[in-house]
């Protein structure tokens, strides 16, 4: 009877599922795991009021930080532009609530890549750098977005050198040229349209074949 309850819970782990049987525990389990998502973007968007609330205090302080991150003077010698630009830069983080998401994209992501695969190749059109707001973004001589901190250090820690993570991220920022592909159109491109149906016996359902065929990388 215990074995039972162990095999069909959710939270193996946890000594409550594990001592009890009653269908109640249960569902209370499964509710926790569906409020934990919005529990995280609740904290998030807290840690980001008051992260934002710290850089409009620190604005003037602004170009000196971005030069010294970037390593290049110019944002310092051109301070009221800097500054101009780093005040829509905030606007435009809490707009996209980029220190939110650092809190529930990463959980967000592996849930989405169950039905979404995402697909495609930069074109550097430069929206998913805060809708071209942040002071890092650069344009070389055709007009391709160029980061002006790609790789160093502080880029890395950021949320736009993992973009696009989910489905909303591309959404986000319309972005033009990546895609979230169904897995299910995705696992019927692989397979083609010639391939003879083939019922087995102690065949896995059509749901566990399609959302194993095509993994997220
Ligand atoms: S929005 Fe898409 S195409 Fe544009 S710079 Fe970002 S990743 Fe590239
Ligand atoms: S890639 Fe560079 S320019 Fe774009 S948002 Fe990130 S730091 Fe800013």
């Given at each position: 009877m215990v074995t039972q309850s162990v095999s069909s819970c959710a939270f193996p782990l946890s000594l409550d599922c594990r001592d009890s049987d009653t269908p109640g525990a249960l569902r209370l389990f499964e509710r926790q795991a569906l409020e934990l998502p919005n529990l995280m973007h609740a904290l998030g968007r807290v840690v980001e009021a008051i992260l934002l609330s710290v850089m409009w205090v620190g604005l003037p302080l602004a170009p000196i930080i971005v030069s010294a991150v970037s390593g290049d003077l110019s944002f310092l010698r051109n301070y009221r532009q800097t500054l101009r630009q780093a005040a829509r830069q905030i606007r435009a983080m809490a707009k996209a609530e980029v220190i939110a998401r650092r809190f529930y994209n990463e959980k967000r992501a592996a849930?989405?890549?169950?039905?979404?695969?995402?697909?495609?190749?930069?074109?550097?059109?430069?929206?998913?750098?805060?809708?071209?707001?942040?002071?890092?973004?650069?344009?070389?001589?055709?007009?391709?977005?160029?980061?002006?901190?790609?790789?160093?250090?502080?880029?890395?820690?950021?949320?736009?050198?993992?973009?696009p993570m989910t489905k909303d991220d591309i959404e986000l920022y319309a972005c033009p040229s990546f895609r979230a592909e169904p897995v299910r159109q995705v696992a019927q491109v692989r397979l083609g349209r010639h391939v003879i149906p083939v019922v087995a016996r102690n065949a896995v359902p059509d749901s566990t074949v399609e959302s194993g065929a095509s993994p997220r990388p």
């Open positions: 849930e989405q890549s169950v039905s979404w695969k995402i697909e495609g190749e930069c074109s550097h059109c430069g929206e998913c750098c805060l809708f071209q707001t942040c002071v890092f973004l650069d344009h070389d001589e055709e007009g391709r977005s160029r980061c002006r901190i790609y790789g160093n250090w502080f880029f890395n820690r950021l949320t736009c050198a993992e973009y």
